[in-house]
């Protein structure tokens, strides 16, 4: 095919394996993805795409693995901008004492801009394409992902309490709400509801958020039984645990993403399988914060949706998803006692199609399947540390780390190219983030 004529594919992109995730176990040699106007439009073996199709270019990585692009499905990413600032310290004295003070006389929609977009670059180059986020500001935001070329779910933030950016519960709900109307056709963003937690929203603002779910058809997603304190609380204030308020609020259904869920119970893990829910899984800022280790292996028996995140790099300290597959997957064996348990494909499948899943975006990514958007991420496992490779998916797990990660494309597009990134100046962000140190360090 002549590549000027209008049918050929713009990219074609050749490994010695591709791991398409759909359907499960696949694993193709020596195969390539072929790529036409940001989608994918074959996934073919690589002597068959080099000789029926004559593209745009064509790219051979010989010594790859390729697979979709990594979902991170908890995070707030301008809070790169707090990396390190409180460390080793338990949940609520690490908000109350420390990040909710540095927010109240730091947070900006420069903070947020530059935050975030630290934030994307740091996780470009681990191989995300894709993050849930949820902070203030999020039109500052939308504005950093655009210029990185990156995917986002941007939260439309609930809180009761007033900020720099709303003055109350329904300002929140109505300015993130606008957020949604002026960046609605853009098809790197989607969005989600997004109440900070059941300890930090009231009854009313959850009934309001319940209307809205049902009438946007988007996602709720919030931090859910992070800690014992806070089903304590609940039960002194409301008489019943987290989800069981949240249940009689109408809230536990297929678009309920609950962070953490390190303290459910049997009857709520059923609970929130059968309403089809899904939990966003962060295992380094639960073992961080003292949380506790979630029964991620109990989640799967039960048909738990769960997806992997890293939740913000203040509390991680890193937007690494490679690390966060890894101890998913040990933290499972270690809580349940049995080896099986969360095997590494299913800790690979937490970061890609389980987490799109969850966002209601896995009919447009989170694998590699014709018609969806190329979001497609390069991993090089032919290093010293990862010689030999007798099976890739677990390697991917076991022994990859995002240092390993070679090329990024989103829709098509390359944001990463033999380890640097092509549209991001990560000079003058390390700059940025050195200014924003010295004015928090000042008033810390």
Known sequence: MNPSDPRSPDLIVCARWVAPMEPAGLLLEDHAVVVKDGRIQALLPASEARRSHNAGQ?????RHILLPGLINLHTHAAMSLMRGLADDLPLMQWLNEHIWPAEGRHVSPDFVYDGTLLACAEMIKGGVTCFNDMYFYPAHAAR????????????????EFPTAYASDAEDYLSKGLATRDEFRSEPLLSFCLAPHAPYTVSDRSFGQI???????????????????????????????????????????????IAVHGVHLADDEIELLAAQGASVAHCPSSNLKLASGIARVGRFVEAG?????????AASNNRLDLFEEMRLAALLAKAESGR?????????????????????GLDDRIGSLVPGKNADICAVQLDGVALSPVYHPLSHLVYAAARSDVSHVWVGGRML?????????????????????????????
């Open 339 to 359: 080896a099986n348990s969360v095997p590494a494909e299913a800790a690979l499948r937490m970061a890609t199609i389980d987490a799109a899943r969850a966002l």
């Open 58 to 62: 064509t790219i051979n990585l010989p």
């Open 304 to 312: 738990l949706n769960t997806g992997i995140g890293t939740d913000g």
């Open 416 to 444: 990463l190219a033999e380890g640097r990134l092509t549209l991001l100046d990560e000079t003058r962000l390390a700059a940025k983030a050195r200014m924003w140190q010295a004015q928090i360090a000042d008033l810390a």
């Open 144 to 159: 950093a992902v655009l210029d990185a070329g990156m995917r986002a779910a941007l939260g439309m933030i609930c809180i």
């Open 210 to 256: 319940a209307m809205y779910a049902a009438e946007l058809d988007v996602p709720v997603h919030l931090h859910l039984h992070e800690t014992e304190d806070e089903i304590r609380e609940s039960v002194a204030r409301f008489g019943v645990r987290p989800v069981e308020r949240l249940h009689r609020l109408g809230l536990i259904g297929p678009n309920l």
